[in-house]
């Protein structure tokens, strides 16, 4: 059965940092490209970013560029969002979410991870 | 950047109701459309990808129709599980992503 697990969330300062995980199972992580999604207290999804399976390559929103690193580790069957200089607009659930191996799409997500950006 | 326009934002139907909800992009996309159901504190789970190919396990009052701009996901005979927020999201721009605002569909 996939599993996505996210972890880190929690309350953090404007301008501060925070490190969510996603711990996969179930499948064969290395052979999967994985997302970061987004959502705001009572609003739609936000894409956030991309890699690859490889991790070679990477894209962000507007929104976060600059700021949030995504990364993985195949050996740990792990993805990360490293999230730097954080902003009241950040505060959202975040969301893993695995790109399906032959379209485009997310067929499995996580079940999410709070983080709140408040002084 | 891709846009996506769902309408309407929200939808009172009764159990037994067909309903329509419909997402307009700013440009072709082709077929890359895909409809995600969630339910309140819960994660989003596929429904239809490829605008109308429905994924394994949905049921098939769930029907997804439309290429190039205008797309529907239309649900025949709502049932009381039904009622949720749906989305629509574009992968034309693959990997590079845009979603819908949401139609939450409430009993009446």
């Known amino acids: 059965e996939v599993q996505l697990v996210e972890s880190g969330g929690g309350l953090v300062q404007p301008g501060g940092s925070l490190r969510l995980s996603c711990a996969a199972s179930g499948f064969t992580f290395s052979s999967y490209e994985m997302n970061w999604v987004r959502q705001a207290p009572g609003k739609g999804l936000e894409w956030v970013s991309y890699i690859s399976s490889s991790g070679s390559t990477i894209y962000y929103a507007d929104s976060v560029k600059g700021r949030f690193t995504i990364s993985r580790d195949n050996a740990k069957n792990s993805l990360y969002l490293q999230m730097n200089s954080l902003r009241a607009e950040d505060t959202a659930v975040y969301y893993c979410?695995?790109?399906?191996?032959?379209?485009?799409?997310?067929?499995?997500w996580g079940q999410g991870t709070l983080v709140t950006v408040s002084s | 950047a891709i846009r996506i326009t769902q309408s309407p934002s929200s939808l009172s139907a009764s159990t037994g109701d067909r309903v329509t909800i419909t997402c307009r992009a700013s440009q072709g996309i082709s077929s890359y459309l895909a409809w995600y159901q969630q339910k309140p504190g819960k994660a989003p789970k596929l429904l239809i990808y490829?605008?109308?190919t429905l994924q394994s396990g949905v049921p098939s009052r769930f029907s997804g129709s439309g290429s190039g701009t205008d797309f529907t996901l239309t649900i025949s005979c709502l049932q009381s599980e039904d009622f949720a927020t749906y989305y629509c999201q574009q992968y034309y721009s693959y990997p590079m992503y845009t979603f819908g605002q949401g139609t939450k569909l409430e009993i009446k």
């Open positions: 979410a695995r790109t399906h191996s032959s379209g485009w799409y997310f067929d499995y």
């Open positions: 490829a605008a109308s």
